[in-house]
């Protein structure tokens, strides 16, 4: 696998893990309603799935945009690979931003 590939993946990976705690939920409240005494939990528990796809939706989309944007240009690219650089980060020797797809370090 590529690096830009898994680049794609990582940014990806907390909408797929919002998605995996919303399959989880749902199995969690249908498999429990059954048993006596997780049933209390139920109510409560309920909420987990709408709330994990929600931030799933918004992770997804965050994560497109930021690609979309790379794609389009108008992110600052990493100086040895093309790839997209990271926010502003304060670091010990000044501020810099990781390359996404390479991990570098670079000023801004
Ligand atoms: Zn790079």
């Given at each position: ?63 497109t ?15 040895g ?5 990271g ?22």
């Amino acid at each position: 696998m590529s690096r830009y590939a898994w680049m794609v993946v990582r940014a990806y990976l907390p909408a797929l893990l919002a998605l995996a705690l919303a399959v989880i939920g749902m199995t969690w409240t249908s498999v429990s309603g059954n048993v006596h005494a997780l049933s209390p939990l139920v109510p409560y528990v309920k909420w987990l799935p709408p709330i994990a796809l929600l931030a799933a939706l918004v992770a997804g989309l965050v994560a497109t945009l930021r690609l979309w944007r790379w794609q389009s240009g108008k992110t600052p690219l990493c100086a040895g690979c093309g790839g997209p650089l990271g926010r502003l980060q304060q670091g010990p020797q000044g501020s810099y931003r990781k390359c996404l797809a390479c991990g570098a370090r670079q000023a801004p």
